[in-house]
T-cell receptor, first 111, second 112 residues
Framework: DGGITQSPKYLFRKEGQNVTLSCEQN?????MYWYRQDPGQGLRLIYY???????QKGDIAEGYSVSREKKESFPLTVTSAQKNPTAFYLC??????????FGPGTRLTVT | QKEVEQDPGPLSVPEGAIVSLNCTYS??????FMWYRQYSRKGPELLMY????GNKEDGRFTAQVDKSSKYISLFIRDSQPSDSATYLC????????????FGTGTKLQVIP
């Protein structure tokens, strides 16, 4: 069954704790992306990776970190330095110039 | 000013109506124009894409791009309750990295 999996679907954390969101794909796509979605703000790019062991900051990378040790996996860590971490986080993969495939998302709530 | 502007709605229409969703943009370098559909609490899914100007039709959906006006539209004919979702426009330039800029989304409700 091909696709993108994100886990967990819902995540609750206390302020000051780091948390890691998982993203796995079996589409054999080279590029992977992390977006954050907030009401009224659309999707904002956090980090992206075009190949293994390489990744670039997006528009809102502060307070986040990523790794890309395997083609299939692109985990995102939300650190305690992220001032407003509560959001819906979406992982995506891409192969062509324009097309991106999204996972089901993780809703993170930090209190 | 945002690079991509999209009316957030919500837009409510009766079943069977023709729906028009629109976005404007400011970056003339955009060459690829996409429409994504996002159901509540789900990830977006690509509906249609268009390269440069012109029209593209797929079943009940038609995408239009007018680069001279920096304006794109998505038309839905014979709208169905299952079309109720948030529709996101998205755009990308022709550079090597596929950075995509998204609109904020328009929430559509089709009433039976």
């Amino acid at each position: 069954d091909g696709g993108i999996t994100q886990s967990p679907k819902y995540l609750f954390r206390k302020e000051g704790q780091n948390v890691t969101l998982s993203c796995e794909q079996n589409l054999n796509h080279d590029a992977m992306y992390w977006y954050r979605q907030d009401p009224g703000q659309g999707l904002r790019l956090i980090y992206y990776s075009q190949i293994v062991n390489d990744f670039q900051k997006g528009d809102i990378a502060e307070g986040y970190s990523v790794s890309r040790e395997k083609k299939e996996s692109f985990p995102l860590t939300v650190t305690s330095a992220q001032k407003n971490p509560t959001a819906f986080y979406l992982c995506a993969t891409g192969q062509g110039i324009y097309e991106q495939y999204f996972g089901p998302g993780t809703r993170l709530t930090v209190t | 000013q945002k690079e991509v502007e999209q009316d957030p709605g919500p837009l409510s229409v009766p079943e069977g109506a023709i729906v028009s969703l629109n976005c404007t943009y400011s970056n003339s370098a955009f060459q690829y124009f996409m429409w994504y559909r996002q159901y509540s609490r789900k990830g977006p899914e690509l509906l249609m894409y268009t390269y440069s100007s012109g029209n593209k039709e797929d079943g009940r959906f038609t995408a239009q791009v007018d680069k001279s006006s920096k304006y794109i539209s998505l038309f839905i004919r014979d709208s169905q309750p299952s079309d109720s979702a948030t529709y996101l426009c998205a755009m990308s330039n022709s550079g090597g990295y596929q950075k995509v800029t998204f609109g904020t989304g328009t929430k559509l409700q089709v009433i039976p």
